[in-house]
C-alpha cells in the first residue's frame, strides 16, 4: 500500500529476484512483488517518477546532476545488494578475490579502448573534451595497480599478459566501448557510476582494511591494488562526470533520459559481472597462474590485446562453464577448463600436480572444445570457417530450456531482445559498408542492408499484443549483452 505522504526519486527502475525466484520491481525505495496486485495510487507514482515529462524539453544541468546522482545511489544500492559481497567478508573469499583482481585488471587494460569511442564520435571540440581527455589519459596505465597485486601473489608477467578475460568481462568491456560512443555526456555520466562507487572513502577503506585483518590476502598485495583507489581520489576521477556535466548550462531531457538509462544498464552488467566473479573460474585459474611460467619453446602469445583476441572461438559449453559453473564442476575439472580457456601462453610448471592438469589440458581435442581462426587461412573456404564459428552458439542452454521449459517470460525476452538487435541492423550494417574497400562486398551489404532494414517491424507487431498503459515497448531498454553484443 502506498505510504502517507510518501515520496520517490526520479530514478529508473530494476527488475530483481529473491533467493525463491519471485520476482520484484524496485524503484528507490519501493519494492513491489509480481505476486501483489500494485495498489493504483502506487501504480500512479511509480509512474510518474520514471518520466521526466514534467521537466520540459531542457533540463538545468544543476537538476539534471541531482537526478544523476540519486540514479547513482539507487544504482549502488543495487549492485551492492549482490551476493557476492557478504561472501567477500568472509576467509573462504580468496578464489573470487583473486577473479576479482585479475578481471579488473583485464577491465582497466582496456581503459583506453573503452573511453576513447566518446572522444573519437564527437564533432567539436569543447571544454567537456579536454576534462575527458584527460581522464582518458590518467586512467590509461591503471591496469598496474592489479598486476602488481598479481606479481606479488607470485604470478609471472606474460602469464598476466596471456590471460583471457572471463567471457562476462568482454561483455562489459564492449558494453562500454558501445555506450561511450553515444554521447560524451553519457560516456562521463556512465564512468561516473564507477567511479562513485568508491564515494564512501571510510566504507571502501575498511573493506580492504578487513581484507588484511581476516588474512583473506597479503597486507602487500592488498596495498598494491589499493593504490589504485588513492590515486583515483587523489586526481579527483568521482568529480570528473560533474565536470563533464557542469560544462554545459543545460541538458535536453533526451539525451538526459539516454544518460539514465546507460547507468541503469551499466549497474545492470555490473551485477551480472559480480555474480561471475562467484561461480566463475577466474580465481581458481589465478591460484594455477601463480604456479606456472612461460615454456619458451612453444609458440609466442599474439601481440594483440586479450580482449581484442577472438582467437581461439570456445564452444557455448566452454564458456558457461567458464562463467557459471564453478560450484558445478570438482576442482581438477575446473582446473583444467580454466587453464585450457584462460591461458593462452604455452607453459610449465616446477609443481607435478601443476604439470599434470596442463598436461591433461594440452591433451584435449582442441576441436571438441573450440575453434582456431588461424587455421582457416590456408585449409578452409571463408564461408566453412564461419559456420565452424557456430560452435558458441550451438548447444546453448537457452535452446533447451526454450524447448523443455518454455514460458510466455522466456519467448517475450528472446522476442524483444531479438528486436533490440534487429532494429540496430541499419547502424551496425552501416558500419561495415561505410570500411569496406571493396565494391562487390559493399553492394553485397548495401543489399543485405536494403532487405533487413524494416525486419524489426515483424518483431515488433507481435510485441505490441503485450503492452498496456504502462507497459510499452519503446520504453524497455535491452539487456547489457544486448547492447556488447550490437555495438552501437
Known amino acids: 500500500m502506498l505510504e502517507n505522504n510518501m515520496t520517490l526519486e526520479y530514478t529508473v527502475p530494476f527488475f530483481l529476484k529473491n533467493d525463491s525466484n519471485e520476482e520484484h520491481l524496485n524503484i528507490d525505495k519501493v519494492n513491489v512483488s509480481n505476486q501483489n496486485k500494485i495498489d493504483r495510487n502506487l501504480f500512479s507514482l511509480i509512474r510518474s517518477k520514471i518520466s521526466l515529462d514534467d521537466y520540459g524539453n531542457t533540463i538545468p544541468s544543476e537538476v539534471a546532476k541531482e537526478l544523476i546522482d540519486n540514479q547513482y545511489k539507487v544504482c549502488l544500492n543495487y549492485i551492492y545488494s549482490n551476493s557476492i559481497w557478504e561472501k567477500l567478508r568472509t576467509n573462504n573469499a580468496i578464489e573470487i578475490l583473486l577473479g576479482y583482481i585479475i578481471e579488473t585488471r583485464h577491465y582497466l587494460l582496456a581503459a583506453s579502448s573503452r573511453m576513447s569511442s566518446g572522444l573519437a564520435y564527437s564533432w567539436h571540440t569543447t571544454p567537456m573534451s579536454f576534462i575527458l581527455t584527460e581522464h582518458l589519459i590518467e586512467e590509461a596505465d591503471h591496469a598496474?595497480?592489479?598486476?602488481?597485486?598479481?606479481?606479488?601473489?607470485?604470478?609471472?608477467?606474460?602469464?598476466?599478459?596471456?590471460?583471457?578475460?572471463?567471457?562476462?568481462?568482454?561483455?562489459?568491456?564492449?558494453?562500454m566501448r558501445s555506450i561511450s560512443s553515444r554521447n560524451p555526456i553519457v560516456s562521463a555520466v556512465c564512468s561516473g557510476l564507477m567511479e562513485s562507487s568508491a564515494r564512501d572513502r571510510n566504507a571502501v577503506k575498511g573493506w580492504h582494511k578487513l581484507l588484511i585483518e581476516k588474512e583473506i590476502l597479503r597486507p602487500k598485495t592488498v596495498e598494491k591494488f589499493y593504490e589504485h583507489v588513492e590515486l583515483d581520489i587523489k586526481l579527483g576521477h568521482g568529480s570528473c562526470w560533474e565536470e563533464v556535466l557542469m560544462s554545459n548550462s543545460f541538458i535536453?531531457?533526451?539525451?538526459?533520459k539516454e544518460a539514465l538509462n546507460s547507468i541503469t544498464i551499466v549497474a545492470e552488467m555490473l551485477d551480472r559481472w559480480f555474480t561471475?566473479?562467484?561461480?566463475?573460474?577466474?580465481?581458481?585459474?589465478?591460484?594455477?597462474?601463480?604456479?606456472?611460467?612461460?615454456?619458451?619453446?612453444?609458440?609466442?602469445?599474439?601481440?594483440?590485446?586479450?580482449?581484442?583476441?577472438?582467437?581461439?572461438?570456445?564452444?557455448s559449453t566452454v564458456l558457461h562453464q567458464v562463467s557459471h559453473e564453478r560450484n558445478v564442476l570438482n576442482d581438477a575439472v575446473s582446473k583444467i577448463i580454466g587453464y585450457k580457456y584462460f591461458v593462452q601462453s604455452p607453459a610449465i610448471s616446477k609443481s607435478s600436480e601443476i604439470q599434470n592438469i596442463i598436461n591433461s589440458a594440452n591433451s584435449i581435442n582442441l576441436k571438441e572444445l573450440s575453434v582456431n581462426i588461424s587455421e582457416f587461412k590456408k585449409?578452409?573456404?571463408?564461408?566453412?570457417?564461419?559456420?565452424?564459428w557456430l560452435i558458441s552458439v550451438d548447444g546453448h542452454l537457452l535452446w533447451n530450456e526454450m524447448l523443455?521449459?518454455?514460458?510466455?517470460?522466456?519467448?517475450?525476452?528472446?522476442?524483444?531482445?531479438?528486436?533490440?538487435?534487429?532494429?540496430?541492423?541499419?547502424?551496425?550494417?552501416?558500419?561495415?559498408?561505410?570500411?569496406?574497400?571493396?565494391?562487390?562486398?559493399?553492394?553485397?551489404?548495401?543489399?543485405?542492408?536494403?532487405?533487413?532494414?524494416?525486419?524489426?517491424?515483424i518483431l515488433l507487431k507481435s510485441l505490441r499484443s503485450f503492452e498496456?498503459?504502462?507497459?510499452?515497448?519503446?520504453?524497455?531498454?535491452?539487456?547489457?549483452?544486448?547492447?556488447?553484443?550490437?555495438?552501437?
Request: charged share 20%.
Open 276 to 315: 561471475s566473479l562467484e561461480y566463475g573460474l577466474s580465481g581458481i585459474t589465478i591460484q594455477l597462474a601463480g604456479k606456472i611460467n612461460q615454456n619458451k619453446k612453444g609458440k609466442n602469445t599474439p601481440t594483440v590485446d586479450s580482449y581484442f583476441n577472438g582467437n581461439p572461438v570456445f564452444s
Open 252 to 256: 535536453t531531457s533526451e539525451l538526459l
Open 404 to 457: 523443455e521449459n518454455p514460458s510466455e517470460n522466456l519467448a517475450f525476452g528472446f522476442i524483444l531482445e531479438n528486436y533490440h538487435y534487429i532494429n540496430s541492423s541499419i547502424a551496425h550494417t552501416s558500419a561495415v559498408i561505410y570500411s569496406c574497400p571493396i565494391e562487390d562486398l559493399r553492394n553485397d551489404f548495401i543489399k543485405h542492408l536494403h532487405e533487413e532494414e524494416n525486419h524489426g517491424e
Open 468 to 488: 498496456n498503459d504502462f507497459f510499452k515497448i519503446e520504453n524497455l531498454r535491452p539487456l547489457p549483452t544486448t547492447l556488447a553484443f550490437i555495438g552501437f
Open 379 to 388: 585449409q578452409k573456404p571463408l564461408i566453412n570457417s564461419i559456420k565452424d
Open 144 to 175: 598496474v595497480f592489479f598486476e602488481n597485486a598479481l606479481i606479488n601473489l607470485g604470478c609471472n608477467i606474460n602469464i598476466i599478459k596471456s590471460l583471457k578475460p572471463s567471457p562476462i568481462t568482454y561483455e562489459w568491456i564492449f558494453l
